[in-house]
């Protein structure tokens, strides 16, 4: 089980959950020719889009923030008044070894900071093995507590646990609606659900609000 984050829950008490964008994507390596100015520009429309498929337009987005998509989509969801969700496979000092340069760590700092819940998952770096399953361990919780996932993917098969593609396929096994946002320009859009028959179905971003208010009342 998940230990409670250290700056405390981000639900108001009295009130219905929000609706929560789990986010998923490339690290920096992956994402050298992306237009991160449209990338930006695309994450902002996702988020106007999922806002009106939500009672009272209330969200938040959960991002484990690690270099590349993951801090770009946290950054515009902060500067879009959004709670950020922040769950970590190790305890945070654990984790920011993952970040190479004393400028990336103080980033790292600086998003937890900001961050309204922080979830110290209990992972382990023994061996390759205990951190793969740690990795593995934060795409699961990330996918257990959304609605929908946002994934900033180049649509290759996975490449590993843990990884973009593997958290994509778990969230369309899950039948959790998933906003593909391409990490090769031009940076296109789509809602990629899974249909009762097992067929992955691809829609425009102005579906997205009729699927997170279905997803809504079901709840």
Request: hydrophobic letters at 45%; a neutral charge; charged letters at 25%.
């Amino acid at each position: 089980m998940a230990e409670p984050g250290r700056n405390g829950s981000s639900e108001p008490a009295g009130e219905a959950r929000a609706l929560r964008i789990g986010v998923t994507g490339h690290r920096p390596a992956a994402l050298v020719g992306a237009d991160l100015t449209t990338l930006r520009a695309r994450v902002r429309e996702v988020f106007a889009t999922a806002r009106a498929g939500a009672s009272a337009g209330r969200l938040e987005v959960i991002s484990p923030v690690a270099e590349g998509a993951d801090r770009l989509v946290a950054r515009e969801a902060l500067a879009a008044g959004l709670p950020l969700i922040c769950p970590l496979p190790f305890d945070r000092e654990a984790y920011g070894a993952d970040f190479p340069t004393a400028g990336s760590r103080a980033d790292y700092r600086a998003l937890l900071l900001a961050a309204a819940r922080v979830v110290e998952l209990a992972g382990s770096r023994a061996g390759p093995e205990t951190t793969a399953a740690a990795y593995a361990a934060v795409g699961a919780w990330l996918l257990a507590h959304s609605d929908v996932l946002l994934a900033i993917w180049d649509g290759a098969a996975p490449r590993g646990e843990g990884g973009t593609g593997q958290v994509v396929r778990e969230a369309l096994a899950r039948c959790l609606p998933v906003v593909w946002i391409d990490a090769r320009p031009p940076h296109a859009v789509r809602v990629v659900t899974t249909a009762g028959d097992g067929q992955v179905v691809h829609e425009p971003l102005d579906r997205l609000s009729e699927r997170l208010g279905a997803r809504e009342r079901s709840r």
